[in-house]
């Protein structure tokens, strides 16, 4: 099973590099994904989100890639600043329930 | 743009006493969801809301949890009596429907410390 602690994976880059964060979700029924920012004292932010019948989707700034075969997901960033600091949630949902189940979280660090 | 709100921000409660958390969904939402987090841990999912009733519920969300809208625009999530467990950030969120494609909104949290 997945581990839980106090130590996050932590990504660490410099300001105008592209960061991949990575996910692997549990769930094969999930058809929905969000990916998730939470700055230090707030809530989850929504970045974007991509439902199981695509396998990318692109917003400003971030593109998502979800590989069913393998049930992985990726958050891509590009030209990353020290704002996108933060820790990123992937978070995955079935269809017909509200649930959101949340993964472990992967921290970025970036560098001025 | 629209938020979602959460009062109070952070709350000292003693063990054994009774807590309220209020919420203020984003106005045109219909479902409403209740998530907590214990330091350091991933976000868990307590109770979903739709139509004046709960709609799902995790184990977590035992006989001392409740949840209410007890006007057009509140929602809030009741703890009976508070255990030293029950410390962690509590976070509101909703949604426009419930359905796949609809994004949960959340609220920057109530960190509630039992003592």
């Known amino acids: 099973g997945e581990s839980v602690g106090l130590h996050l994976p932590t990504l660490s880059v410099q300001e105008g590099d592209n960061s991949i964060i990575n996910c692997a979700y549990s769930?094969?029924?999930?058809?929905?994904f969000i990916w998730y920012k939470q700055e230090s004292g707030k809530g989850p932010q929504f970045i974007i989100d991509?439902?199981?019948?695509?396998d990318k989707r692109q917003g400003q700034r971030v593109t998502v890639l979800l590989n069913k075969t393998v049930k992985h997901l990726s958050l891509q960033i590009a030209a990353t600043q020290p704002g996108d600091s933060a820790v990123y949630f992937c978070a995955e949902k079935i269809g017909g329930y509200s649930t959101l189940t949340f993964g472990k979280g992967t921290m970025l660090l970036v560098s001025p | 743009e629209p938020e979602v709100t959460q009062t109070p921000s952070h709350q000292v409660t003693q063990m054994g006493q009774e807590v309220i958390l209020r919420c203020v969904p984003i106005s045109n939402h219909l479902y409403f969801y209740w998530y907590r987090q214990i330091l350091g841990q991933k976000v868990e999912f307590l109770v979903s809301f739709y139509n004046n009733e709960i709609s799902e519920k995790s184990e977590i969300f035992d006989d001392q949890f409740s949840v209410e809208r007890p006007d057009g625009s509140n929602f809030t999530l009741k703890i009976r009596s508070t255990k030293l467990e029950d410390s962690a950030m509590y976070f509101c969120?909703?949604?426009?429907?419930?359905?796949?494609?609809?994004?949960?909104?959340f609220g920057d949290g109530t960190r509630l410390s039992i003592l």
């Open positions: 969120a909703s949604s426009e429907t419930g359905g796949a494609g609809q994004p949960q909104h």
């Open positions: 991509i439902r199981s019948n695509m």
């Open positions: 769930n094969s029924a999930s058809d929905y």
